[in-house]
């Protein structure tokens, strides 16, 4: 690549540095994965005319399109203004392309729109989730999934939402099949029991995970009105330490979730390495450094929890460690 190109505003407009001398790659962001088959058109289009004719889908939902000219960046922004209005994606001016990409595409499995098992929406929660943190350039991964299947592995994330629901019991129209129980024992944690002919749940066991509702036959199971989430602090893959996410609150609520992220964003603000390149520093480091309380602190600021919400005191984390002091390789 030549000197007289920004590397540096190369990245931040979503272009990816490229081995390929000449050429780069334009990151396609899709919040919550779900993006109209018009857009997938209009991609396909930009690879035929603008890259090499391939597609690369992304573990984190968005697309990447490969062997763009440098020369050509201008014109691939332009046509993705489509996709940028189709997706919601916030934007500072209009075809520009994508203003940030430290901040990763924000993750979702399909959720309720389509998972028998899914007990919100995750793409619509996703998407609010982008609007509040998007455009930003640190680094900062954050994961939807419908419900503790986990299947959008957002243990892996540095924000991870799980969905939780409330089962809500009628006895009048259970007919002591004891499907729930079986399926509860078998599928998750094994929180109901039959009692005469009646089930009973165990609330401190019980995960909210739905897998009552899904398998009762008559309804006597149905999720709560309410919609309720577990959130999961500061999984990391890498070099050092990766490490799951470990839970932090349980039946948190939407509203709260989303001042919690974009306060830890006000958090790294403060506490980042000056000398971390691009910002991408990762959260759970810095975590390290200024300690748990601090951390949770600046999160937690103006937050209101619903009465329900649990919050755990204290977080411990596991994983792989290295100890270079000691040089082995």
């Known amino acids: 690549m030549g000197q007289d190109i920004n590397v540096k505003k190369l990245k931040k407009n979503a272009f990816r540095y490229s081995k390929v001398r000449g050429e780069t790659a334009s ?3 899709i919040p919550g994965g779900l993006v109209s088959a018009e857009s997938m058109v209009r991609i396909t289009q930009i690879a035929e005319k603008y890259g090499n004719g391939t597609i690369f889908v992304t573990n984190r939902q968005g697309v990447e399109i490969p062997g763009i000219r440098l020369e050509d960046m201008d014109a691939v922004n332009r046509e993705l203004q489509f996709i940028i209005d189709d997706t919601g994606v916030n934007q500072q001016e209009r075809d520009k392309g994508y203003p940030a990409s430290g901040t990763r595409n924000v993750v979702a499995c399909p959720g309720a729109r389509l998972c028998p098992f899914g007990c919100y929406d995750t793409t619509a929660f ?4 982008d609007q509040t943190i998007f455009p930003n350039n640190l680094h900062f991964k954050v994961a939807f999934t419908g419900c503790s299947n986990d299947c959008a592995k957002v243990r892996m994330n540095d924000f991870g939402v799980i969905g939780m629901t409330e089962p809500q019991y009628d006895p009048n129209r259970c007919v002591g099949c004891e499907q729930c129980v079986k399926y509860c024992k078998k599928r998750s944690v094994g929180a109901l029991q039959a009692v005469n002919d009646k089930i009973v749940r165990d609330p401190d066991l019980c995960i909210g995970c739905g897998v009552c509702v899904a398998y009762c036959p008559t309804r ?16 990391r893959t890498g070099k050092v330490n990766p490490r799951l996410a470990q839970d932090f609150i349980k039946w ?13 964003y006000a958090y790294v603000e403060e506490y980042i390495d000056k000398e971390a390149i691009e910002g991408k520093e990762h959260v759970g480091y810095i975590v390290d450094r200024t300690g748990f309380d601090e951390f949770v602190k600046w999160i937690m600021q103006d937050v209101q929890l619903p009465e329900k919400a649990e919050v755990a005191s204290r977080l411990y984390w596991d994983g792989k460690r290295y100890d270079r002091s000691n040089n082995l390789k």
């Open 220 to 235: 006597a199971w149905t999720r709560s009105r309410e919609h309720y989430f577990r959130l999961v602090l500061l999984g």
């Open 252 to 264: 948190a609520d939407e509203e709260s979730i989303l001042k919690i992220v974009k306060n830890a």
């Open 126 to 129: 996703a998407r609010k989730m």
């Open 27 to 29: 990151r396609v962001r």
